[in-house]
């Protein structure tokens, strides 16, 4: 019986069963438990002639006859009550009743109305003899529905609230990812023009070594030819020195006039020839290769994005380096004259 009571939640009071009723009602658990292992031990052949069986506690007879202890005296009451607990027991907790709340100044009256003019629940006594009595008031389950109702367009309003920010947010993060691709390709396409400038700059360089280069051929060429002319007048004229020595050293007269009229003339032919030809003063200098790029490097450092407007090109505007405003066309820097 005491541990039974254990069970009972002590939210619901129970009366007080005679001892010999809560005895009893604990058949179907107490009785069962301690004479089941006696009826199965007796066998079956004392179903037909019955047996008798005293509770331990209450020493009340029971009969056992063929339904075995399971023919035991019901107890409804004790049913009753662990039916109840049961219930309990299984009961959410949102499903209790809910706790009344109760006006502070009228400790036995509870809150049911609501002030409208202070804005606050009270009770039927405030508004009768209270601090409410010149007040307005209306049922508090119709402003409780009525702000209730207010709390729901509130909540949905601010949803709707979130829904959008979140939409806005979600429109900006696509535009920086927008912004990301843009600058991305933007600067491959600034690249690929720089690339190309570079491109061009390597070629008109290549172009103006070559003329140089030409120049150089030309000159070397031409002053070589007069080289190997010179020397094949020297040549000839240091033969034609070495013969007449030789000749004045002939003791024999006739023999020396027979070979000296002809040595003259050689002489003097070859003492009239003309060595007048060699490069004017200056012909080795390369100076009027110089490229003047000052205005064209200054250019280059205007060099900006466009702005929508077009910009007139004038070589003033160049050479001055205040073109501003896009870069430059290639056609452009050729006739500003880097590129030929």
């Excluded at 606050?120 to 003899?129: G, L």
């Excluded at 920010?165 to 690929?192: F, P, S, V, W, Y």
């Excluded at 501003?324 to 030929?340: D, N, Q, S």
Aim: charged share 25%; net charge negative.
């Amino acid at each position: 019986a005491g541990s039974f009571k254990n069970t009972v939640p002590p939210s619901r009071p129970l009366a007080s069963p005679s001892p010999c009723a809560l005895h009893l009602s604990q058949h179907q658990g107490l009785f069962q438990g301690a004479s089941n292992p006696l009826w199965q031990s007796r066998g079956s052949t004392s179903v037909s002639s019955g047996g008798r069986f005293r509770c331990p506690s209450c020493r009340h007879e029971v009969v056992l006859d063929r339904h075995g202890v399971y023919g035991l005296q019901r107890n409804l009451l004790v049913e009753n009550i662990i039916d109840i607990y049961k219930q309990e027991s299984s009961r959410p907790l949102h499903a209790k009743a809910e706790q009344q709340l109760m006006c502070e100044e009228h400790e036995d009256e509870k809150i049911n109305i609501y002030c409208l003019t202070c804005e606050v629940p009270t009770c039927s006594m405030c508004k009768v003899f209270g601090a409410h009595k010149d007040c307005e008031v209306a049922p508090l389950t119709n402003i409780y529905k009525r702000q209730k109702g207010e709390l729901s367009d509130g909540i949905a309003m601010l949803v709707a609230g979130n829904d959008r920010i979140q939409a806005i947010i979600t429109q900006m993060e696509e535009i920086c990812k927008t912004i990301e691709d843009n600058a991305r390709r933007q600067k491959q396409h600034l690249c690929l023009r720089f690339d190309s400038l570079y491109s061009i700059l390597e070629e008109r360089k290549k172009e103006l070594l070559l003329e140089i280069g030409r120049e150089q051929d030309d000159k070397l060429q031409r002053v070589r030819g007069l080289i190997r002319q010179y020397g094949d007048h020297l040549e000839v004229s240091s033969k034609l020195v070495e013969s007449a020595i030789q000749s004045m050293e002939e003791p024999q007269m006739a023999a020396y006039l027979q070979q000296a009229k002809e040595l003259i003339k050689k002489i003097t032919d070859m003492s009239k020839v003309s060595m007048s030809s060699h490069p004017e003063p200056g012909y080795e200098s390369m100076d009027h290769f110089t490229v003047n790029i000052d205005h064209v490097a200054e250019m280059l450092r205007t060099i900006e994005f466009q702005t929508g407007e077009t910009h007139t090109w004038t070589r003033r505007g160049w050479e001055e380096g205040k073109a501003t405003g896009h870069l430059l066309p290639w056609a452009e820097l050729r006739i500003a004259g880097l590129l030929g």
